[in-house]
Structure formats: structure tokens, C-alpha cells
């Protein structure tokens, strides 16, 4: 009797074993019979699930872009701004190895992208995605009408640190990245925004039976 295979698993599977093919090879080697031989199969492993490169491409953003999203949602629910703020630039980093191993894929993939319809489609889709886990982080402190030049900022810095983990893994260790992002966060000193300040001013007081204003603290 034939094995059974949970689809999802082995999509996974074959999603983990490309994103090391392309980190450790570059993508103009890439192809959908060597990702099999890699993984101990013929073709068919592959095109069972993905038909063409362009589609296991598709999956990979797929699977980043989910990833974001439920990262966001945990990171809405950090209700101090200061600590949102942090974790959102801490998961940029590229401490660990499957996210060095990502960032490795990304650069192999953006020199492609002119050439590759499938991986402009990747990078057009990918950046607001990105820019919207920043946006989690910063939307407290900064208005609305200067929040994307302050996400501007944060993505410069964050890919800055990406590139150079890539280039120097010896050099950003991931106790390097963690002071750099340290002294980051405290040359930005970023004071609650107006409308934020007001939210907390309300959040922080009630109205007292006779009309007066208490602490929301002072029982």
C-alpha cells in the first residue's frame, strides 16, 4: 500500500528544501530537477504539487506573506508601543539561520526580477507586506501622514543590516545585530504621537459620579 503524504506537509517540505537550493546556489541553477535530486526524487516530486518554477515561486511569497500577517497580528497585541516597536525591528533580523538563509534567497532573486516576470510579481507583492508589519510597529508614534516616510526609514535600516548579515555572517553575528539594533531604537527616541497621546490621556482617566476626572488607577 502507497505511503500516505499530507499535501500541505510535503509542500512545506519542498518550500524549505528551495529556499536552501536558492541560498546556497543562486537562482540561474535552479531548476525543478535538481530541486528534486536534492530532495531524493525524480521531477514528478515536484511538478505533483508546483507545474513550473513560477509557481514555486508564487508558493514562497505565499508562504512569507502569511507568515507577516500572523506575525502583525501578534504583534498588535503588544500593548506597550516601545516593545511593539522592538520586536517589530527584531523580526527583520536576520539572527538566525533560516532567516539569514531567506535573506540570502531574497538577494539571489532581486538581481532576476527585470528578467523574471514571476519575481517582479514576487518583490511588487512582498514590499507592502513588509511595509505593513513596519506600520504595526510604528502607527503610535509617528501621524498618519508622515507614517510611510517613517517606514521608509525602518525598511532602509533593516535592509542595511539584511545585506550585510549576507555579505558578512562572521562580522553580524546575531549579538552584533542585537547592539546595533539597540542603538537604533535609542538615537530614534520617538515621543507617542499626537492621536496616540490622546488615546492613552482618555484610556487613563474616567469620569466620576459628580462629574470629575479620576485616574482610571485611583479606586
Known amino acids: ?5 499530507d499535501p500541505e506537509e ?3 517540505s519542498i518550500i524549505s528544501a528551495m529556499i536552501e537550493a536558492l ?5 540561474p ?3 525543478l530537477r535538481s530541486l528534486a535530486k536534492r530532495m531524493g526524487g525524480s521531477s514528478t516530486l515536484i511538478t505533483h504539487y508546483f507545474p513550473n518554477r513560477d509557481a514555486l515561486i508564487g508558493a514562497l511569497l505565499e508562504s512569507v506573506l ?3 500577517e500572523v506575525k502583525r497580528g501578534e504583534l498588535l497585541k503588544i500593548g506597550d508601543p516601545h516593545e511593539r516597536l522592538h520586536a517589530v525591528l527584531e523580526y527583520f533580523l536576520p539572527d538566525d ?3 539569514l538563509a531567506l535573506e540570502r534567497v531574497r538577494v539571489a532573486l532581486v538581481a532576476h526580477r527585470d528578467a523574471e516576470p514571476a519575481l517582479r510579481e514576487f518583490f511588487d507583492k512582498l514590499e507592502p507586506g513588509m511595509r505593513g508589519v513596519m506600520r504595526a510597529g510604528l502607527e503610535e508614534f509617528v501621524d498618519a501622514e508622515d507614517l510611510d516616510e517613517m517606514v521608509d526609514v525602518l525598511r532602509a535600516w533593516t535592509s542595511g543590516i539584511a545585506l550585510s548579515a549576507v555579505e558578512h555572517p562572521e562580522m553580524w ?3 552584533r545585530q542585537a547592539a546595533a539594533l539597540e542603538r537604533f531604537v535609542s538615537s530614534m527616541a520617538l515621543p ?3 492621536t496616540s497621546q490622546k488615546a492613552v490621556k482618555r484610556a487613563s482617566t474616567r469620569r466620576t459620579p459628580n462629574g470629575t476626572r479620576r485616574s482610571a488607577k485611583a479606586r
Open 66 to 68: 502569511s507568515e507577516a
Open 97 to 99: 539561520p533560516e532567516t
Open 23 to 27: 541560498a546556497e546556489g543562486g537562482f
Open 173 to 175: 553575528t546575531p549579538e
Open 29 to 31: 541553477t535552479f531548476t
Open 10 to 12: 510535503r509542500k512545506a
Open 1 to 5: 500500500m502507497p505511503r500516505f503524504v
Open 192 to 194: 507617542l504621537a499626537a
